[in-house]
């Protein structure tokens, strides 16, 4: 076995000790249509490889969040914030030390950290330092649905994920070429409260030697809901929080967010430290081969 094989073992074999259910790995090649900036190089001179691992959500709890007489998203809450990403990226630290133990060096990427403003030559608003669904779908995971997000053929959009850039020149999976994962039936798009989604303003992601067909998202839209609870509908008012902040028409500013949390906390009281915003336009993601199976 080369010294190469033996690193990508032990690296499946500290996944699978941290209940990682997935792992890819994809060259950094794969990478050249994503902004510099955000590219493995950019993170790692002399970056060759990123390693990709996912957990999956239980199915019950993705499934049934807020959807039984409970009407609860509170184990939801918990599994986002105090439980799956901390695992992952524990997870993450665990593969990135194996790595440095083969003589490698290995920098795990975060998970859904922001730059809320563009920033010098990156055009785009909320944007991530590092692109863990398209690092996802390099690693031959998956496919990059409309939305935008990764979809498995194990569990469709109910994983989290992150990535490990490493100049260790491991081995690479294939891309995934299996049956769709996304036929653009749009009920992504339908379960989105904000209209965070354009499905006529459709983009080509190169990943690879892949395109996938992406919606534009209204990034700020999206975080209305999702980062700042501003829609009760969405998922806070299960929480006994039942103030609903519309945002404006047109664009987003920081002044509209900001008035739109100093209305909300006025209302809302204290509830409004305590809830939490599902991500129905995953939930609602069902690929085709899932939707017959119960």
Same mark, same amino acid.
């Given at each position: 076995? @080369?010294?190469?094989?033996?690193? =990508?073992?032990? =690296?499946?074999?500290?996944?699978? !000790?941290?209940r990682i259910d997935l792992v890819g790995v994809a060259p950094a090649s794969r990478f050249q249509a994503v902004h510099p900036r955000r590219r493995p190089e950019a993170h790692l001179p002399g970056a060759q490889t990123v390693v990709v691992i996912a957990m999956r959500y239980p199915k019950a709890l993705w499934?049934? !969040?807020?959807?039984?007489?409970?009407? @609860?998203?509170? @184990?939801?809450? %918990?599994?986002?914030?105090?439980? %799956?990403?901390?695992?992952? =990226?524990? !997870?993450?630290?665990?593969l990135s030390r194996v790595i440095e133990d083969h003589g490698f060096d290995a920098i795990p990427m975060p998970i859904d950290s922001y730059r809320v403003h563009p920033y010098k030559d990156i055009p785009d608003s909320w944007h991530t330092p590092f692109d863990n669904d398209v690092?996802?779908?390099a690693a031959g995971l998956g496919e990059l649905g409309l939305?935008?997000?990764?979809? +498995?053929?194990?569990?469709? +959009?109910?994983?989290? &994920? +992150? @990535?490990?850039? #490493?100049?260790?020149?491991?081995?690479a999976d294939a891309m995934y070429t299996g049956d769709p994962l996304c036929d653009g039936c749009g009920a992504c798009v339908k379960a989105c409260l904000?209209?965070?989604?354009?499905?006529?303003?459709? #983009?080509?992601?190169?990943v690879g030697d892949r395109v996938f067909r992406v919606a534009k998202r209204d990034w700020w839209r999206c975080m209305w809901s999702q980062r700042f609870h501003l829609n009760a509908e969405m998922g806070p008012k299960l929480h006994g929080m039942n103030v609903t902040v519309d945002p404006p028409d047109g664009k987003i500013t920081d002044d509209d967010v900001k008035n739109a949390l100093r209305i909300k906390?006025?209302?809302?009281?204290?509830? +409004?430290? &305590?809830? &939490?915003?599902m991500r129905e336009c995953e939930r609602a993601c069902i690929p085709p081969h899932m939707r017959t199976q119960g």
């Open positions: 076995m @080369s010294a190469q094989d033996t690193l =990508l073992a032990a =690296l499946r074999e500290t996944a699978r !000790a941290a499934e049934l !969040a807020g959807r039984t007489p409970a009407e @609860s998203y509170m @184990s939801m809450s %918990m599994a986002d914030s105090m439980g %799956m990403r901390t695992m992952v =990226l524990l !997870a993450a630290l665990d690092a996802a779908a939305h935008g997000k990764l979809i +498995t053929p194990q569990f469709g +959009t109910r994983q989290q &994920y +992150t @990535s490990i850039v #490493t100049n260790a020149p491991l081995p904000m209209h965070a989604f354009s499905p006529d303003a459709v #983009t080509d992601v190169p906390g006025e209302k809302g009281g204290m509830q +409004t430290w &305590y809830t &939490y915003a």
